[in-house]
């Protein structure tokens, strides 16, 4: 071993030496922060790693270790070991970025764990190593390999020193109000170059439900709760032995002792109180229409089993007042969980530093793209459900994502260009 030719056993020796390495590198210093790569320090580390990589390749004639590296006894246990860790970091959870990890070894945050990074760094430099190779003996039957090459050391040193540069934020826009702060993962606070104003909000629902619970509040069957769709075409339905029959419906209600001191109080003061805290909501005779902030969807419904039969309002509640319970017997009660959202957008106005002013809307899975920024709709007030005035966007920029995206079309582009080209050996 480590004879003037090397083999799989030295390569392979290697890549253990760089997994035993790396942990111990995090067991003392602890894992990798990024954040120490943000520019310009990435784009110093990057022209120290090419000029590394071009020496390394000039003095590969003097130096075997250096033309070791272009040979697949050096490639084979570099991607084997790669592709153990990558299998690891799919197969343990890992923590949110920023978080420290849940293990003491590391695994769960994979991207920060030394092992991990010198394998991969091991990999690039191997990757790089063969593309100048190729490129310094060209011809036209080694084409594919190298564009694939170029690709992947492109694609992976991208994504790898421009993590530093991504930002991931929270804004809060209230109604109304121009915000241009946002928040990060820590909770501090960036000023960004757009300002976001959110004119509306808007969310469409899924029709209510009906379930039957027990004593105890918990949904039956046990294990499988049944429940009834009260859309538009609800008349009847059977939920634990009771058919249940819709005598009313209000789409948006709120209890009949609300409704008649909304005349008496200012807007303000109806806006702030809840009306559970008062009792009214659920010692309510009746619902009412009211097509206010808070209003929920209420069901006059009729339950009947056998002799027995009983009517009453149930509804969902809201921010304004809680839910509306129809109680059968002792261990049956007929409720309405909250509507699910099907679907919520926002209508924003979008100001740019240059003077841009840009009216769109946002809404999940389809983010708005500006100035090097994406904006996805997140969340909203929860609690106030569809009448929230507050929504909650995610900002995401990567300024290094269009290097790794040409990276991904090179490494395609070559793996198209072998149906061309016949294969040839890349050592010779």
């Known amino acids: 071993m480590w004879t003037q030719l090397w083999r799989y056993k030295e390569g392979t020796a290697i890549a253990v030496g760089l997994l035993v390495t790396g942990e111990l590198l995090q067991l003392t210093v602890g894992p990798v922060e990024w954040k120490i790569f943000m520019w310009p320090a990435n784009a110093i580390v990057l022209a120290v ?3 590394f ?45 920023g978080s420290p990890p849940a293990d003491p ?31 310094a003996h060209f011809s036209w039957r080694r084409l594919p390999a190298l ?25 809060y826009c209230m109604e109304g109000q121009p915000e241009w702060r946002a928040l990060d993962d820590r909770q501090q606070v960036h000023e960004l170059p757009i300002a976001i104003q959110l004119n509306q909000f808007t969310i469409d629902e899924y029709p209510p439900k009906l379930m039957m619970t027990d004593g105890k509040g918990l949904p039956l069957p046990h294990g499988k709760p049944a429940s009834l769709t009260a859309d538009s075409s609800f008349r009847s339905g059977t939920l634990q032995g009771w058919t249940i029959r819709l005598l009313r419906r209000i789409e948006n209600a709120a209890p009949a002792t609300l409704g008649s001191m909304a005349g008496k109080m200012p807007p303000q003061m109806m806006h702030m109180m809840r009306m559970d805290s008062l009792g009214l909501a659920r010692n309510s005779n ?16 009729e339950a009947s089993r056998g002799n027995e039969k009983k009517e009453g309002w149930v509804s969902c509640g809201s921010y304004m007042f809680g839910m509306q319970t129809l109680k059968l017997d002792a261990t049956h009660t007929l409720v309405m969980p909250n509507r699910e959202p099907r679907r919520f957008v926002s209508d924003i106005e979008i100001y740019t530093r240059n003077g841009q002013n840009v009216a769109t ?68």
């Open 105 to 135: 070894v590391g695994l769960t945050r994979m991207l920060s764990y030394w092992p991990f990074v010198l394998t991969y760094v091991w990999m690039t430099a191997i990757v790089a190593q063969a593309a100048i190779h190729q490129l």
């Open 286 to 301: 009746g619902f009412t229409e009211w097509k206010q902030p808070g209003a929920a969807c209420a069901l006059y419904v």
């Open 361 to 428: 809307v946002v809404e999940v899975n389809k983010p708005y793209s500006i100035a090097g920024w994406k904006i996805y709709q997140l969340s909203y007030n929860e609690q106030m459900g569809k009448w929230s005035n507050m929504s909650i966007f995610e900002l995401v920029t990567d300024p290094w994502l269009p290097l790794v995206y040409v990276g991904i079309f090179l490494l395609l582009a070559g793996a198209l260009l072998m149906l061309f080209f016949p294969h040839t050996s890349n050592n010779k």
């Open 53 to 97: 990589l071009a020496v390394a390749y000039l003095l590969r004639s003097r130096v075997y270790a250096c033309r070791f590296i272009t040979t697949s006894y050096a490639a084979v246990p570099a991607l084997a070991a790669a592709a153990l860790m990558t299998v690891l970091m799919g197969l343990t959870r890992q923590v949110a970025e």
């Open 147 to 171: 564009v694939s090459h170029v690709g992947i050391f492109i694609a992976l040193t991208a994504a790898t020193l421009g993590s530093a540069d991504m930002q991931r934020l929270k804004m």
């Open 49 to 51: 790693f090419l000029l």
